[in-house]
């Protein structure tokens, strides 16, 4: 069985001004989660899940459909704000859906085969796709998950800082614990720091962080739906919270339920969390595309 690739797509963009998972990157107006799903099809996924709001789907089969026809086959998973579906019986005013980990909750009902999750406006590299797509077909089970893991100073952005998971590795390769950072940032000297309520912090430079990118089997759904509802028995009256996967991952790893291996790449993330990023993630791939790791006209 084919493993699916599950693409968090609900997002509303806020820092970067524009519905960017749409936006054109390549040399023919290719979105980042174009060159995702090219990688996903030459690494063997055999289904790509668009988890959206459910306004966005004619948008998005407009865009996707005619270029994937015959490549993968497609779904559109709805994330949205009724709880109904997890046995919460309450109203929660939000602005904002409830995180990356609810996101995946919303696939319960449609992925029934071992997946991977990525953002949508993060660009990974074949490498990741290439060592995913062998651990979900030779090596998951219901309690060994897995996680790729980016050399920190490869995921960075020269205009601010950013929020990145920063992972504790053990010797056996598994992920002991997951932080997560909110301003992390090149120092002058190119080393690699984050700042918190105590200070600045120096990190090494080949430290491994979570872009998420997640190998999961549909057990994940069972596990994570009861922390679901005790996060919304904890947050209902905090708006902004959100219930993330690291939170799911961190659970399950304190309660033995599950082990997180964490895949090593060398590959360069990059990604657009500010409107600066643009012209460099359009050089990055201009040049991948030079170098004929991608076509110059992807869908051709």
């Not at 960075?156 to 010797?171: A, E, F, N, P, W």
């Not at 990118?213 to 959100?242: L, Y």
């Not at 399950?252 to 291996?261: N, P, R, V, W």
Request: proline content about 5%.
């Amino acid at each position: 069985m084919k493993p699916t690739l599950l693409i968090l797509a609900a997002g509303m963009a806020s820092r970067y001004g524009s519905m960017k998972q749409v936006d054109g990157f390549g040399p023919n107006g290719e979105t980042i989660i174009d060159y995702s799903i090219y990688d996903a099809i030459k690494a063997g996924f055999g289904k790509v899940s668009f988890i959206i709001k459910e306004e966005f789907q004619e948008n998005f089969k407009a865009i996707f459909e005619p270029k994937l026809k015959g490549r993968i086959e497609t779904d559109y998973v709805f994330q949205s704000f009724d709880l109904k579906p997890f046995g919460i019986d309450k109203e929660i005013e939000r602005t904002k859906p409830w995180g990356t980990a609810h996101a995946v909750l919303a696939a319960r009902n449609q992925v029934h085969e071992p997946f991977c999750v990525i953002n949508a406006d993060d660009f990974y590299g074949y490498d990741s796709f290439e060592k995913m797509a062998k651990f979900l077909t030779t090596e998951v089970t219901d309690d060994t998950y897995s996680l790729i893991g980016y050399q920190i100073d490869r995921t960075l952005s020269d205009y601010g800082t950013v929020s990145r998971g920063v992972c504790k590795v053990d010797d056996a390769g598994n992920m002991v614990e997951i932080n997560e950072r909110t301003e992390v940032y090149f120092k002058p000297d190119g080393g690699v720091a984050y700042r918190d309520a105590t200070g600045e912090h120096d990190l090494s430079s080949d430290t491994r962080v979570s872009m998420n990118f997640w190998g999961f089997t549909p057990a994940v759904f069972k596990q994570s739906e009861p922390m679901f509802r005790d996060f919304v028995a904890a947050n209902e009256n905090n708006p902004k919270s959100e219930f993330f996967i690291p939170i799911v991952a961190d659970n399950l790893i304190k309660s033995g339920e599950a082990s997180f291996k964490v895949i090593p790449t060398a590959s360069k993330w990059f990604g657009v969390t500010y409107k600066e990023d643009k012209p460099i993630v359009q050089k990055c791939i201009s040049e991948l595309v030079e170098n004929g790791t991608y076509p110059a006209n992807l869908w051709a």
